[in-house]
């Protein structure tokens, strides 16, 4: 294992279980999925139970694919369209930095799971064992995680997001 191996297999942890435990907190802590549920129909994006799933659902997914290194251009497709609808309906009215409540995070993980898809990830991961690291990286994990996730995360705002009007609060 070189040390580009062994740095992926950090970040891709890392960055793997950090995502998977935000949707693990909206199905198990809190107010769960029904709470989860009123905040997205708060933000607008309708119908909220099923943003709420889905959102879940698809956090602890790409987190765990992630996590694993199992299909990461898709892992990484995961993160850039969450971290996209994450950003522009929660984030962006605060500026860049992450003390604001800016959509600073939401970059870093986003390009995290776009570097990983791009590089590959690593040795010492499951596309590896199965010998899917060089089909799936460089060009090929640059255009599945980066295009095929901003493609989702767009039309998912493009199809759902319909914030209440300033005034009408």
Not at 1 to 12: E, F, K, P, Q, V
Not at 51 to 58: E, N
Not at 140 to 169: M, N
Request: hydrophobic fraction near 50%; include cysteine.
């Amino acid at each position: 294992m070189t040390a580009l191996d062994a740095g992926a297999l950090l970040l891709r942890v890392i960055a793997g279980l950090t995502m998977a435990a935000h949707g693990y907190q909206k199905f198990y802590s809190g107010g769960r999925i029904p709470g989860t549920a009123r905040w997205f129909d708060s933000i607008g994006m309708r119908p909220g139970r099923l943003h709420a799933v889905t959102a879940a659902g698809t956090e602890m997914a790409a987190g765990i694919l992630l996590a694993l290194g199992l299909l990461t251009p898709l892992a990484g497709a995961g993160f850039v369209g969450l971290m996209l609808v994450a950003a522009w309906t929660v984030h962006r009215a605060h500026g860049f930095y992450s003390v604001n409540s800016g959509w600073e995070y939401n970059l870093v993980l986003a390009t995290i799971g776009v570097a990983l898809s791009t590089t590959g990830p690593g040795e010492w991961s499951l596309d590896g064992v199965l010998g899917l690291t060089e089909s799936l990286s460089g060009l090929t994990g640059f255009l599945i995680s980066a295009g095929g996730g901003s493609i989702a995360g767009a039309a998912l705002l493009a199809a759902c997001y319909r914030p209440v009007p300033t005034e009408a609060q």
